[in-house]
């Protein structure tokens, strides 16, 4: 069994499901890892949020989902909307869109247009709050154990442990609360929301968030970078002026990438931060250490 990370669906389900079936027909037992933002944007949020509710972090279960910063902002959205409810400020969810309280992705609206039962949206509201903040997981490729934090938005160095797994304790109530108190935003909203990610030495960080397809280098591909992978090809802006975006899973046991369209041609800077993503730096010897030192020495003039 193989793993696969897909990036930023946001409503695009005709698009996940043909990318889905195009990977199983050459592994049925594929596994998939979602890094998060399936709904808003695109044309069948409801739809995909229903399949990932049905199919999504189940016990044994074939595919995961991480939290993204447009299910995050629905917990809010949602909650608000039950508390105006209690209130009587409000009696339907299109009475509470007609207030302005909707967010700027009108999923709020979306849902009154729908005729989404109050219950279910209890459901989705549940749902969100129980996705997964990241995911950790070593896989062998090339027979040496490579150790994976997948995200959504980004890793700060704060959040990770020397031995480069993720620092636990920053989701704690504690954890939550002491980086709150630095500029007001959690270690959730920091992590569903920061647009880059640290450089670790061995552990390399995949993410979404940021769409690749008005990237000149990447092109709507899988963008690789210094020890982090952004798995983001822009999907929904798919158009005239973004013809190349796409949707795009990578596979981490060998880093293929499998797309729903296909793909240009990856550029030459792409291909180089590819080639070099698995290199890991070589500890110098204590010889070269010295030798280095020793013409450092002579440089500053102290020799």
Known sequence: MSTYVVGDIHGCYEEFIDLVEKIEKQDASAHFILVGDIIDRGPDSIKMLRWAMDSCNKPDGKFELILGNHEYEKISLLERYFSFCEDGLANSMEEFCRQRQDDSYHFGRTLAEEHISDEEIKQYCRFFRLLPIYKELDVTIQGKRQHF??????????????????KKSTLSRKGLLFEARKDGHNTIEKIVWDRCSVALRRTIVIH????????????????FGQ?????????????????????????????????????????EVN?????Q??????????????????EAEQWLGLV
């Open 277 to 294: 993503l698995l290199k890991r730096k070589r500890r110098p010897s204590k010889k070269e250490r010295e030798a280095w030192m020793k």
């Open 227 to 267: 020890k982090e992978v952004n798995v983001d090809g822009g999907c929904v802006f798919r158009s005239k002026a973004y013809p190349n975006a796409n949707l795009a899973a990578l596979r981490l046991e060998d880093l293929e990438e499998f797309y729903r369209y296909d793909p240009g041609p990856i550029t």
């Open 149 to 166: 934090i997948i995200v959504h938005g980004g890793l700060r160095i704060d959040f990770v442990n020397e031995d480069e797994t993720f």
């Open 208 to 223: 979404g968030h940021t769409p690749t397809c008005d990237d000149p280098n990447i092109e709507g591909r899988i963008g």
């Open 271 to 275: 291909k180089e931060k590819k080639d």
